[in-house]
Protein backbone atom coordinates (compact mmCIF):
# COMPACT_ATOMS: atom_id res chain seq x y z
CA UNK A 1 0.00 0.00 0.00
CA UNK A 2 1.10 3.72 -1.40
CA UNK A 3 2.68 5.99 1.73
CA UNK A 4 1.98 8.76 -0.78
CA UNK A 5 0.69 11.87 0.23
CA UNK A 6 -2.56 12.48 -1.92
CA UNK A 7 -2.21 15.73 -3.90
CA UNK A 8 -4.86 17.68 -3.86
CA UNK A 9 -6.40 19.66 -6.94
CA UNK A 10 -6.48 23.25 -6.75
CA UNK A 11 -8.62 25.33 -9.17
CA UNK A 12 -7.52 28.81 -9.91
CA UNK A 13 -10.71 31.46 -10.49
CA UNK A 14 -10.31 34.17 -13.61
CA UNK A 15 -12.40 36.54 -14.10
CA UNK A 16 -13.49 37.43 -17.22
CA UNK A 17 -13.46 40.92 -17.21
CA UNK A 18 -11.13 43.63 -14.89
CA UNK A 19 -12.52 45.09 -11.96
CA UNK A 20 -13.07 48.70 -13.04
CA UNK A 21 -10.54 50.79 -10.57
CA UNK A 22 -11.83 54.46 -10.43
CA UNK A 23 -9.49 56.98 -11.72
CA UNK A 24 -9.31 60.50 -10.50
CA UNK A 25 -7.79 62.60 -12.58
CA UNK A 26 -6.11 65.21 -11.39
CA UNK A 27 -6.72 69.07 -12.55
CA UNK A 28 -4.09 70.14 -15.33
CA UNK A 29 -3.66 73.12 -16.70
CA UNK A 30 -1.95 74.71 -19.97
CA UNK A 31 -1.93 75.47 -23.73
CA UNK A 32 -4.40 72.04 -24.33
CA UNK A 33 -6.04 72.58 -21.54
CA UNK A 34 -7.17 76.02 -22.41
CA UNK A 35 -7.86 74.92 -25.88
CA UNK A 36 -10.17 71.90 -24.32
CA UNK A 37 -11.92 74.31 -22.41
CA UNK A 38 -12.49 76.68 -24.65
CA UNK A 39 -14.58 73.93 -27.09
CA UNK A 40 -15.81 72.72 -23.97
CA UNK A 41 -17.85 76.86 -23.39
CA UNK A 42 -18.21 77.24 -27.85
CA UNK A 43 -19.88 73.60 -27.92
CA UNK A 44 -22.70 74.21 -24.69
CA UNK A 45 -23.33 77.63 -25.39
CA UNK A 46 -24.45 76.42 -29.07
CA UNK A 47 -25.91 73.28 -27.89
CA UNK A 48 -27.82 75.36 -24.36
CA UNK A 49 -28.32 79.00 -26.72
CA UNK A 50 -29.41 78.10 -30.42
CA UNK A 51 -32.69 76.19 -28.68
CA UNK A 52 -33.50 79.96 -27.10
CA UNK A 53 -32.71 81.37 -30.69
CA UNK A 54 -35.89 83.04 -32.20
CA UNK A 55 -36.18 83.46 -36.34
CA UNK A 56 -39.33 84.94 -38.46
CA UNK A 57 -41.22 84.10 -35.12
CA UNK A 58 -40.68 80.79 -34.51
CA UNK A 59 -37.50 79.20 -33.27
CA UNK A 60 -34.82 79.32 -35.41
CA UNK A 61 -33.26 75.65 -35.14
CA UNK A 62 -36.51 73.12 -34.80
CA UNK A 63 -37.29 69.47 -35.96
CA UNK A 64 -40.21 69.26 -36.54
CA UNK A 65 -41.10 65.40 -36.72
CA UNK A 66 -45.06 65.89 -36.38
CA UNK A 67 -45.24 68.15 -39.08
CA UNK A 68 -41.74 66.70 -40.97
CA UNK A 69 -40.24 69.93 -41.78
CA UNK A 70 -36.66 70.98 -40.48
CA UNK A 71 -36.03 74.75 -39.72
CA UNK A 72 -32.34 75.97 -39.41
CA UNK A 73 -32.52 79.54 -39.21
CA UNK A 74 -33.95 80.51 -42.90
CA UNK A 75 -33.79 76.92 -44.07
CA UNK A 76 -37.10 74.79 -44.36
CA UNK A 77 -35.77 70.93 -45.49
CA UNK A 78 -38.72 68.62 -46.05
CA UNK A 79 -38.51 64.44 -46.32
CA UNK A 80 -37.97 65.27 -49.89
CA UNK A 81 -34.74 67.03 -49.32
CA UNK A 82 -33.15 64.06 -46.90
CA UNK A 83 -30.27 63.70 -49.71
CA UNK A 84 -28.56 66.73 -47.54
CA UNK A 85 -28.85 65.17 -44.01
CA UNK A 86 -26.99 62.04 -46.68
CA UNK A 87 -24.49 65.08 -47.70
CA UNK A 88 -24.08 65.85 -44.40
CA UNK A 89 -23.05 62.58 -43.06
CA UNK A 90 -20.69 61.90 -45.90
CA UNK A 91 -19.25 65.53 -44.83
CA UNK A 92 -18.37 64.05 -41.14
CA UNK A 93 -16.88 60.87 -42.05
CA UNK A 94 -14.58 62.08 -44.59
CA UNK A 95 -13.77 65.38 -42.08
CA UNK A 96 -13.42 62.04 -39.65
CA UNK A 97 -10.92 60.61 -41.33
CA UNK A 98 -9.10 63.78 -42.22
CA UNK A 99 -8.21 64.66 -39.00
CA UNK A 100 -7.86 61.31 -37.84
CA UNK A 101 -4.82 60.26 -40.10
CA UNK A 102 -3.07 63.95 -39.69
CA UNK A 103 -3.61 64.10 -36.07
CA UNK A 104 -5.05 60.99 -34.49
CA UNK A 105 -8.11 61.51 -32.08
CA UNK A 106 -8.96 65.39 -32.08
CA UNK A 107 -12.26 64.47 -31.93
CA UNK A 108 -12.53 62.54 -28.86
CA UNK A 109 -9.81 64.89 -26.91
CA UNK A 110 -11.40 67.73 -27.22
CA UNK A 111 -15.14 67.68 -29.24
CA UNK A 112 -16.96 64.60 -28.56
CA UNK A 113 -19.89 64.98 -25.82
CA UNK A 114 -18.26 61.79 -23.98
CA UNK A 115 -15.27 63.90 -23.52
CA UNK A 116 -17.58 67.27 -23.35
CA UNK A 117 -19.67 66.15 -20.51
CA UNK A 118 -17.22 64.45 -18.69
CA UNK A 119 -15.10 67.97 -18.19
CA UNK A 120 -18.43 69.26 -16.86
CA UNK A 121 -18.62 66.55 -14.44
CA UNK A 122 -15.29 66.25 -13.40
CA UNK A 123 -15.26 70.33 -12.94
CA UNK A 124 -18.35 70.03 -10.49
CA UNK A 125 -17.26 66.92 -8.54
CA UNK A 126 -13.59 69.00 -7.82
CA UNK A 127 -15.75 72.04 -6.95
CA UNK A 128 -17.56 70.03 -4.39
CA UNK A 129 -15.30 67.52 -3.20
CA UNK A 130 -12.27 69.03 -4.08
CA UNK A 131 -9.02 67.62 -5.85
CA UNK A 132 -7.49 64.30 -6.74
CA UNK A 133 -6.09 63.77 -3.29
CA UNK A 134 -9.12 65.13 -1.47
CA UNK A 135 -11.30 62.54 -3.64
CA UNK A 136 -9.29 60.02 -3.04
CA UNK A 137 -9.15 60.48 0.61
CA UNK A 138 -12.98 61.04 0.96
CA UNK A 139 -13.88 57.82 -0.96
CA UNK A 140 -11.51 55.82 0.98
CA UNK A 141 -13.24 57.65 4.65
CA UNK A 142 -16.08 56.20 6.79
CA UNK A 143 -19.38 56.98 6.04
CA UNK A 144 -20.41 60.13 7.78
CA UNK A 145 -22.30 63.28 7.55
CA UNK A 146 -19.24 65.11 5.84
CA UNK A 147 -19.12 62.65 3.25
CA UNK A 148 -22.97 62.17 3.04
CA UNK A 149 -23.39 65.51 2.43
CA UNK A 150 -20.70 65.78 -0.15
CA UNK A 151 -22.03 63.05 -1.97
CA UNK A 152 -25.47 64.19 -2.16
CA UNK A 153 -24.13 67.58 -3.19
CA UNK A 154 -22.32 66.41 -6.13
CA UNK A 155 -25.44 63.94 -7.45
CA UNK A 156 -27.90 66.28 -6.85
CA UNK A 157 -25.87 68.91 -9.45
CA UNK A 158 -25.41 66.36 -11.86
CA UNK A 159 -28.66 65.32 -11.85
CA UNK A 160 -30.12 68.85 -12.47
CA UNK A 161 -27.24 69.38 -14.92
CA UNK A 162 -28.42 66.45 -16.66
CA UNK A 163 -31.93 66.96 -16.84
CA UNK A 164 -31.36 70.69 -17.47
CA UNK A 165 -29.35 68.55 -21.02
CA UNK A 166 -32.23 66.59 -21.74
CA UNK A 167 -34.87 68.94 -21.88
CA UNK A 168 -32.76 70.66 -24.06
CA UNK A 169 -32.20 68.16 -26.59
CA UNK A 170 -36.31 67.12 -26.30
CA UNK A 171 -36.23 71.36 -27.27
CA UNK A 172 -35.15 71.10 -30.29
CA UNK A 173 -37.93 68.58 -31.18
CA UNK A 174 -40.54 70.35 -29.19
CA UNK A 175 -40.56 73.82 -29.11
CA UNK A 176 -38.26 74.70 -25.98
CA UNK A 177 -40.66 77.98 -24.87
CA UNK A 178 -43.86 75.36 -25.18
CA UNK A 179 -41.66 72.81 -23.24
CA UNK A 180 -40.73 74.68 -20.49
CA UNK A 181 -44.32 76.02 -20.11
CA UNK A 182 -45.66 72.48 -20.19
CA UNK A 183 -42.86 71.31 -17.65
CA UNK A 184 -43.81 74.28 -15.52
CA UNK A 185 -47.97 73.34 -15.47
CA UNK A 186 -47.25 69.78 -15.52
CA UNK A 187 -48.37 69.05 -18.34
CA UNK A 188 -45.49 67.34 -20.25
CA UNK A 189 -46.90 64.73 -23.14
CA UNK A 190 -45.41 61.03 -22.41
CA UNK A 191 -43.12 61.05 -25.15
CA UNK A 192 -41.35 64.46 -24.20
CA UNK A 193 -41.38 62.99 -20.27
CA UNK A 194 -39.74 59.83 -21.78
CA UNK A 195 -37.03 61.47 -23.68
CA UNK A 196 -36.02 64.61 -20.89
CA UNK A 197 -35.71 61.68 -18.29
CA UNK A 198 -33.55 59.16 -21.12
CA UNK A 199 -31.63 62.07 -22.35
CA UNK A 200 -30.86 63.07 -18.80
CA UNK A 201 -29.79 59.77 -17.42
CA UNK A 202 -27.52 59.10 -20.07
CA UNK A 203 -26.21 61.89 -19.42
CA UNK A 204 -25.57 61.35 -15.77
CA UNK A 205 -24.50 57.47 -16.32
CA UNK A 206 -22.31 58.33 -19.26
CA UNK A 207 -20.43 61.41 -17.86
CA UNK A 208 -20.70 60.67 -13.98
CA UNK A 209 -20.08 57.09 -13.42
CA UNK A 210 -19.09 55.37 -16.62
CA UNK A 211 -17.01 58.26 -17.76
CA UNK A 212 -13.72 56.43 -19.58
CA UNK A 213 -15.33 53.15 -19.82
CA UNK A 214 -17.59 54.76 -22.86
CA UNK A 215 -14.45 55.49 -24.49
CA UNK A 216 -12.62 52.53 -23.81
CA UNK A 217 -15.59 49.91 -24.26
CA UNK A 218 -18.50 51.12 -25.39
CA UNK A 219 -16.97 53.68 -28.85
CA UNK A 220 -16.42 52.05 -31.85
CA UNK A 221 -14.15 54.22 -33.10
CA UNK A 222 -11.44 53.87 -30.63
CA UNK A 223 -10.99 49.80 -32.22
CA UNK A 224 -10.91 50.88 -36.08
CA UNK A 225 -8.73 54.19 -35.48
CA UNK A 226 -5.12 52.20 -35.86
CA UNK A 227 -6.89 51.28 -39.59
CA UNK A 228 -6.64 55.96 -40.51
CA UNK A 229 -3.08 55.88 -38.31
CA UNK A 230 0.16 55.41 -40.77
CA UNK A 231 4.02 56.55 -39.15
CA UNK A 232 3.30 60.44 -40.26
CA UNK A 233 -0.01 60.45 -38.27
CA UNK A 234 0.24 63.38 -35.04
CA UNK A 235 0.06 61.32 -31.94
CA UNK A 236 0.67 62.04 -28.68
CA UNK A 237 4.12 60.70 -27.59
CA UNK A 238 6.97 59.95 -25.25
CA UNK A 239 10.66 60.72 -26.01
CA UNK A 240 12.12 57.77 -24.53
CA UNK A 241 15.71 58.67 -25.57
CA UNK A 242 15.20 61.93 -23.90
CA UNK A 243 13.24 60.49 -20.58
CA UNK A 244 14.97 57.00 -19.95
CA UNK A 245 16.59 56.12 -17.72
CA UNK A 246 13.87 57.84 -15.29
CA UNK A 247 14.41 58.60 -12.21
CA UNK A 248 13.62 61.23 -8.77
CA UNK A 249 15.86 63.58 -8.65
CA UNK A 250 16.05 67.42 -7.01
CA UNK A 251 16.43 70.12 -8.95
CA UNK A 252 19.95 70.98 -8.88
CA UNK A 253 20.60 67.57 -9.59
CA UNK A 254 22.91 67.20 -13.02
CA UNK A 255 20.83 64.32 -14.69
CA UNK A 256 23.01 63.11 -16.89
CA UNK A 257 26.35 63.54 -14.46
CA UNK A 258 23.44 61.33 -12.63
CA UNK A 259 22.93 58.95 -15.02
CA UNK A 260 19.37 59.50 -15.87
CA UNK A 261 16.89 60.79 -18.56
CA UNK A 262 15.15 64.09 -17.83
CA UNK A 263 11.66 61.96 -16.76
CA UNK A 264 11.94 62.46 -13.07
CA UNK A 265 9.44 59.67 -12.47
CA UNK A 266 6.78 61.96 -10.89
CA UNK A 267 3.63 60.20 -12.63
CA UNK A 268 1.92 63.44 -13.23
CA UNK A 269 1.01 62.02 -16.78
CA UNK A 270 -0.77 59.21 -15.11
CA UNK A 271 -2.50 61.49 -12.61
CA UNK A 272 -3.96 63.54 -15.06
CA UNK A 273 -5.13 61.24 -17.79
CA UNK A 274 -8.91 60.98 -18.21
CA UNK A 275 -8.45 57.21 -18.73
CA UNK A 276 -5.85 56.42 -16.81
CA UNK A 277 -3.26 55.06 -18.92
CA UNK A 278 0.75 55.73 -18.69
CA UNK A 279 1.67 57.58 -22.21
CA UNK A 280 5.88 56.44 -21.35
CA UNK A 281 4.42 52.52 -22.58
CA UNK A 282 3.77 53.98 -25.64
CA UNK A 283 0.56 54.90 -27.79
CA UNK A 284 -2.63 52.92 -26.38
CA UNK A 285 -5.68 52.10 -27.75
CA UNK A 286 -7.49 53.81 -24.40
CA UNK A 287 -5.60 57.11 -24.93
CA UNK A 288 -8.49 60.09 -26.71
CA UNK A 289 -5.89 62.45 -27.49
CA UNK A 290 -7.16 65.23 -25.23
CA UNK A 291 -3.02 66.02 -24.28
CA UNK A 292 -3.72 66.19 -20.72
CA UNK A 293 0.10 64.82 -20.04
CA UNK A 294 1.46 67.18 -22.31
CA UNK A 295 0.14 69.81 -20.61
CA UNK A 296 1.46 68.24 -17.02
CA UNK A 297 4.76 66.97 -18.06
CA UNK A 298 5.28 70.36 -19.07
CA UNK A 299 4.42 72.01 -15.64
CA UNK A 300 7.07 69.62 -14.24
CA UNK A 301 9.78 70.12 -16.54
CA UNK A 302 9.47 74.07 -16.11
CA UNK A 303 9.81 73.42 -12.39
CA UNK A 304 12.68 71.65 -12.94
CA UNK A 305 14.44 74.07 -15.29
CA UNK A 306 14.50 71.10 -18.19
CA UNK A 307 13.17 71.99 -21.42
CA UNK A 308 9.47 71.23 -22.45
CA UNK A 309 8.53 68.45 -24.81
CA UNK A 310 9.47 65.29 -23.07
CA UNK A 311 5.85 64.41 -24.22
CA UNK A 312 4.23 66.15 -27.48
CA UNK A 313 2.75 66.10 -30.45
CA UNK A 314 4.96 64.31 -33.04
CA UNK A 315 4.81 60.84 -35.73
CA UNK A 316 6.26 57.34 -35.39
CA UNK A 317 9.00 58.91 -38.37
CA UNK A 318 9.87 62.08 -36.58
CA UNK A 319 10.79 60.49 -33.64
CA UNK A 320 12.48 57.58 -35.21
CA UNK A 321 14.78 59.69 -37.84
CA UNK A 322 14.85 62.67 -34.85
CA UNK A 323 13.35 64.86 -37.67
CA UNK A 324 12.71 68.58 -37.18
CA UNK A 325 9.41 70.28 -36.41
CA UNK A 326 9.91 71.26 -40.23
CA UNK A 327 10.80 67.84 -41.59
CA UNK A 328 7.65 66.40 -39.67
CA UNK A 329 5.48 68.94 -40.96
CA UNK A 330 6.56 68.31 -44.57
CA UNK A 331 5.42 64.48 -44.31
CA UNK A 332 2.29 64.89 -42.53
CA UNK A 333 0.55 66.92 -45.15
CA UNK A 334 1.66 64.03 -47.39
CA UNK A 335 -0.86 62.78 -50.50
CA UNK A 336 -3.25 60.46 -48.24
CA UNK A 337 -4.00 63.88 -46.53
CA UNK A 338 -4.21 65.96 -49.20
CA UNK A 339 -6.19 63.24 -51.31
CA UNK A 340 -8.64 63.75 -48.53
CA UNK A 341 -8.57 67.05 -48.40
CA UNK A 342 -9.35 67.55 -52.08
CA UNK A 343 -12.54 64.93 -51.79
CA UNK A 344 -14.21 66.67 -48.48
CA UNK A 345 -13.23 70.09 -50.54
CA UNK A 346 -15.03 69.05 -53.44
CA UNK A 347 -18.28 67.40 -51.48
CA UNK A 348 -18.19 70.57 -49.34
CA UNK A 349 -18.33 72.63 -52.60
CA UNK A 350 -21.11 69.95 -53.77
CA UNK A 351 -23.17 70.52 -50.83
CA UNK A 352 -23.15 74.09 -50.54
CA UNK A 353 -24.01 74.79 -54.27
CA UNK A 354 -26.94 72.31 -54.46
CA UNK A 355 -28.10 73.79 -51.23
CA UNK A 356 -27.67 77.84 -52.60
CA UNK A 357 -29.38 76.52 -56.16
CA UNK A 358 -31.83 74.77 -54.15
CA UNK A 359 -35.57 75.66 -55.61
CA UNK A 360 -37.76 76.17 -52.98
CA UNK A 361 -40.52 74.75 -55.10
CA UNK A 362 -41.77 71.09 -55.19
CA UNK A 363 -44.58 69.95 -57.54
CA UNK A 364 -46.49 66.38 -57.87
CA UNK A 365 -48.78 66.02 -60.87
CA UNK A 366 -51.59 62.97 -60.17
CA UNK A 367 -54.57 62.45 -63.12
CA UNK A 368 -57.68 61.19 -61.66
CA UNK A 369 -57.44 57.88 -62.29
CA UNK A 370 -61.66 57.56 -61.57
CA UNK A 371 -62.46 59.32 -64.79
CA UNK A 372 -60.53 58.95 -68.06
CA UNK A 373 -60.73 61.32 -70.96
CA UNK A 374 -63.89 62.49 -71.64
CA UNK A 375 -65.21 65.10 -74.61
CA UNK A 376 -67.03 67.78 -73.01
CA UNK A 377 -68.57 71.16 -74.57
CA UNK A 378 -67.20 71.81 -78.44
CA UNK A 379 -65.79 69.23 -78.80
CA UNK A 380 -62.96 69.48 -76.35
CA UNK A 381 -61.18 66.75 -74.83
CA UNK A 382 -61.11 67.10 -70.66
CA UNK A 383 -58.71 65.18 -68.33
CA UNK A 384 -58.89 65.97 -64.67
CA UNK A 385 -55.77 66.08 -62.55
CA UNK A 386 -54.61 67.29 -59.01
CA UNK A 387 -51.70 69.16 -58.12
CA UNK A 388 -49.58 69.25 -55.54
CA UNK A 389 -47.68 72.51 -54.82
CA UNK A 390 -45.31 72.42 -51.60
CA UNK A 391 -43.73 75.94 -51.22
CA UNK A 392 -40.74 75.74 -49.43
CA UNK A 393 -40.23 79.20 -48.10
CA UNK A 394 -41.75 80.77 -45.21
CA UNK A 395 -43.00 83.30 -47.39
CA UNK A 396 -46.49 82.97 -48.99
CA UNK A 397 -46.49 82.93 -52.67
CA UNK A 398 -48.97 83.25 -55.88
CA UNK A 399 -48.09 80.37 -58.69
CA UNK A 400 -49.20 81.02 -62.04
CA UNK A 401 -50.29 77.24 -63.46
CA UNK A 402 -49.14 76.47 -67.62
CA UNK A 403 -49.38 73.35 -68.88
CA UNK A 404 -47.62 72.31 -72.71
CA UNK A 405 -46.90 69.33 -74.47
CA UNK A 406 -50.33 69.23 -76.92
CA UNK A 407 -51.11 72.00 -79.40
CA UNK A 408 -53.50 74.28 -78.41
CA UNK A 409 -53.73 72.72 -74.45
CA UNK A 410 -54.99 74.47 -71.85
CA UNK A 411 -55.82 74.91 -68.55
CA UNK A 412 -59.70 75.14 -68.30
CA UNK A 413 -60.19 75.84 -64.06
CA UNK A 414 -58.23 78.77 -62.37
CA UNK A 415 -54.43 78.77 -62.66
CA UNK A 416 -53.44 80.83 -60.08
CA UNK A 417 -52.48 78.92 -57.05
CA UNK A 418 -52.07 80.72 -53.62
CA UNK A 419 -49.68 78.55 -51.13
CA UNK A 420 -48.95 79.92 -47.57
CA UNK A 421 -45.25 79.59 -46.20
CA UNK A 422 -43.97 76.29 -45.17
CA UNK A 423 -47.57 74.66 -46.38
CA UNK A 424 -48.30 71.99 -48.82
CA UNK A 425 -51.46 72.82 -50.87
CA UNK A 426 -53.58 70.43 -53.22
CA UNK A 427 -55.36 72.09 -56.24
CA UNK A 428 -57.97 70.39 -58.79
CA UNK A 429 -57.05 71.19 -62.13
CA UNK A 430 -58.66 71.05 -65.33
CA UNK A 431 -57.29 70.49 -68.71
CA UNK A 432 -58.31 70.58 -72.50
CA UNK A 433 -56.80 69.80 -75.48
CA UNK A 434 -59.28 71.04 -78.89
CA UNK A 435 -60.54 68.49 -80.71
CA UNK A 436 -58.39 66.75 -83.42
CA UNK A 437 -55.03 67.50 -81.53
CA UNK A 438 -52.60 64.83 -79.91
CA UNK A 439 -52.88 61.18 -80.83
CA UNK A 440 -55.91 58.68 -79.29
CA UNK A 441 -54.40 57.00 -76.44
CA UNK A 442 -51.54 58.54 -73.92
CA UNK A 443 -50.18 61.49 -74.67
CA UNK A 444 -47.00 62.80 -72.58
CA UNK A 445 -47.90 66.69 -71.18
CA UNK A 446 -45.58 68.91 -68.84
CA UNK A 447 -46.76 71.32 -66.08
CA UNK A 448 -44.92 74.62 -65.47
CA UNK A 449 -45.77 76.71 -62.11
CA UNK A 450 -43.86 79.77 -61.74
CA UNK A 451 -44.55 82.12 -58.49
CA UNK A 452 -45.61 85.64 -59.70
CA UNK A 453 -43.32 88.05 -59.41
CA UNK A 454 -40.22 85.91 -58.57
CA UNK A 455 -39.34 84.34 -62.24
CA UNK A 456 -36.52 82.22 -60.46
CA UNK A 457 -38.96 80.12 -58.69
CA UNK A 458 -40.28 77.53 -60.88
CA UNK A 459 -40.98 73.53 -61.68
CA UNK A 460 -41.89 71.41 -63.46
CA UNK A 461 -43.74 68.25 -63.57
CA UNK A 462 -44.29 65.53 -65.97
CA UNK A 463 -47.54 63.85 -66.51
CA UNK A 464 -50.07 62.27 -69.06
CA UNK A 465 -53.41 63.39 -71.24
CA UNK A 466 -55.54 60.41 -72.24
CA UNK A 467 -57.86 61.14 -75.60
CA UNK A 468 -60.41 58.61 -76.12
CA UNK A 469 -59.76 56.61 -79.09
Known amino acids: MSTQPIKLSTEVEEALYEVRKKIYPR ?10 WTLVWFTQILFYGTAWVTWNGRQAVLFDLVSRKFYIFGLVLWPQDFIFLTALLIISALALFLFTSIAGRLWCGYACPQ ?35 KKAAKHALWIAFALWTGFTFVGYFTPIRTLGHEFLTW ?39 SAMFDHDTLIITYDGERGEPRGSR ?52 DKMG ?22 MWRHVLRPRTLIYSAILGGVVLAFLAALALRVPLKVDAIRDR ?6 VEDGMVENVYRLQIMNTQEQFHRYQIKVRGIE ?19 FPLRVRVPPGRGQPGSNKIEF ?13 EKAVFLIPR
Open 408 to 426: GIEVASESVAEVPGATTRG
Open 115 to 149: TVYTEIFLWIERKVEGDRVARMKLDGAATGIGKFS
Open 250 to 301: GRKVDPKAAGLGDCVDCGICVQVCPTGIDIRKGLQYECIGCAACIDGCNQVM
Open 306 to 327: YQPGLIRYSTDNAMTNHWSARE
Open 370 to 375: GALGRV
Open 187 to 225: TLGPWETFWVFFYGFATYGNAGWMREQVCKYMCPYARFQ
Open 27 to 36: AVHGWFAGWR
Open 448 to 460: EIQAINHASIKAS
